[in-house]
């Protein structure tokens, strides 16, 4: 054989394994609803993006080794990343799909997935990522106008002008995706990022003020959606005449979402994948009104709205930046809606949030993203990234031989989860015939003083069988009591056996029996151990 021709054959060689090693996923990723729980189906089966976001400024290919880096040390199998209108479309019409391009194909010598957000009309409630031709041109993209006719930092959503542009350029991107990405590496698109307005509760410019004192749409006035809203179910009526004190931030929430569906309709009619929305959150208690956080994003209190007023958006996502256990939960539990998949596309990158992973599974979520995961150009953050990224990177690690598991028991709600207070208080789990004893505020020896302020603690417990379950946990202690017809009795543990997943089994590493099991039940120190329990009552 000439030097020629075997080099020619090892070039092809060499990518047939490149393809193979890759993710490829030969049918287009989907969602699906079962019993009010869903799936994210990734070549067919239920996937769980074990994801990472890199900072705003990261997804430009000069500053990309980076994020690689992290995504890496992360173990991260999908990584969330934005692509900028600012850069797509530079000139009106004139599209420039190269760093897209660039993150697609980066991501496939990573074997990773990617979520592609699309910076555009709002990003963070301002429209910082619009192209400068629109930036100029504020009298035919102009801002919201606050009560005093002020313009205030932030797109209004009642324009058609900014719809038709914003329309325009992110249906080139799903046109450029389904011709490109027919792998399918990218899983999702996020449409926009925390849209809404800080600085006024609405839109009060005179085209607004026109739509404000006409009549409330017949899509909001049934009375599923009323009742939703608190408002009285009558038969119509103007947004003041309807929502009362609540007008404003309802109007901005209609025009927000109507918008966002009718850029997300045009995009999916081109390339359906699933698109998704993130919320800035408003406080989850007290009810609070739209002048105390971004009004006309997917906060809580419109959800109603949006579902109604965007139904191209498949999610809209609770991005987590909120400081105290109790909030977190409810906000997990106001957006675990049967018409609402449950995906935590940003949590901030602290230590106590890696617990919400475990929280997000029990409630048959299908993935979950800390935020910032690289060192965002600062060389000398390396170090420290890696520290912040560990209580993360270990769950994803365990997480990942696993992941398809993880995925399958979340959709068939197998999976139940605690986390630790910040009042490091004993917690209990209902898993039908037995009940699970969780202690925190231990290093995972039985009956260990509190030794950690962080509450980092967390557990979570997959049922195998009625008497069978995985564990997985940090920084607690587990024992267990029979219940129902078996309550009181004496029971023992069948088998405890600590190990991991591989290729769908599970492979045991050691049985933990003796002093590892008889102070209390097992423990669990700073890494996630994952555990496979049998119980007997006698
Ligand atoms: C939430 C936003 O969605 C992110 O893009 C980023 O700005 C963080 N806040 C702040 O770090």
């Known amino acids: 054989m000439n030097r020629n021709l075997s080099l020619c054959l090892a070039l092809v060689l060499l990518s047939i394994v490149n393809t193979f090693a ?76 190269s760093v897209v391009n660039t993150l697609i194909s980066q991501a496939r010598q990573h074997k990773v997935h990617l979520v592609l957000l699309w910076f555009a009309t709002w990003k963070n409630g301002s429209n910082h990522y619009m192209p400068e031709w629109m930036k100029r041109d504020a009298a035919k993209y102009p801002d919201v106008i606050n009560p005093k006719g002020q313009p205030v930092d932030s797109p209004s959503p009642n324009v058609k002008a900014t719809l038709d542009a914003d329309i325009k350029a992110f249906t080139a991107v799903m046109s450029y995706l389904k011709t490109t990405d027919t792998q399918h590496t990218v899983l999702m698109v996020q449409v926009e990022n925390e849209s809404g307005a800080w600085g006024s509760v609405r839109d009060y410019s005179p085209l607004a003020q026109k739509m404000f004192e006409g009549q409330v749409p017949a899509a909001l006035m049934t009375p599923g959606v009323l009742a939703a809203l608190n408002a009285p179910v009558v038969g119509s009526g103007t947004w003041q005449q309807v929502f009362g004190d609540r007008a404003d931030e309802y109007f901005q929430a209609w025009s927000v979402a109507r918008y966002i569906g009718q850029v997300a309709a045009a995009g999916k009619a081109v390339y359906p994948l699933p698109l998704y929305v993130n919320a800035a959150l408003r406080e989850p208690f007290g009810n609070p009104t739209a002048n105390n956080y971004e009004s006309g994003g997917p906060t809580d209190n419109v959800l109603p709205i949006w579902k109604v007023a965007a139904p191209a958006i498949d999610i809209e996502g609770p991005d987590l930046y909120l400081n105290a256990s ?213």
């Open 22 to 97: 890759q993710p490829v996923a030969t049918t287009m990723p989907r969602i699906i609803e079962k019993d009010g729980r869903h799936a994210l189906l990734v070549d067919g089966k239920p996937f769980l993006m074990l994801g990472g976001q890199a900072h705003n400024s990261s997804a430009w290919p000069g500053m990309m080794p980076n994020v690689w880096r992290a995504a890496e040390a992360l173990h991260l199998n999908t990584l969330e990343v934005p692509i900028y209108w600012e850069q797509v479309e530079p000139e009106a019409g004139h599209f420039d799909f």
């Open 326 to 538: 109790d909030k977190v939960l409810k906000v997990i539990d106001l957006y675990d809606r049967r018409d609402n998949p449950l995906f935590v596309p940003e949590a901030g990158l602290i230590a106590e949030n890696a617990k919400y992973f475990y929280t997000v599974l029990a409630h048959g979520g299908i993935g979950f993203s800390p935020f910032g995961i690289d060192d965002n150009g600062v060389a000398e953050k390396a170090a420290l990234m890696t520290e912040r990224l560990s209580p993360f990177a270990q769950e994803y690690a365990a997480a990942a031989p696993m992941m398809r598991q993880l995925a399958e028991w979340a959709f068939d709600g197998r999976i139940k989860a605690v986390v630790e207070r910040e009042d490091h208080a004993d917690q209990t789990i209902d898993l039908g015939a037995w009940q699970a004893d969780v202690k925190f505020g231990g290093d995972g020896r039985a009956n260990a003083a509190p030794v950690y302020n962080q509450a980092t603690g967390k557990l979570l417990v997959a049922k195998l069988a009625e008497n069978q379950f995985i564990v997985m946990g940090t920084r607690c202690h587990l024992s267990f009591q029979p219940l129902g017809a078996n309550a009181g009795k004496a029971w023992q543990y069948l088998k405890v056996e600590e190990g991991r997943y591989e290729n769908g089994t599970f492979k045991s590493l050691r049985i933990l029996n003796g002093d590892e099991t008889d102070w209390g039940g097992p423990g669990f120190g700073n890494t996630p151990t994952v555990l496979r329990i049998s119980l007997v009552v006698r």
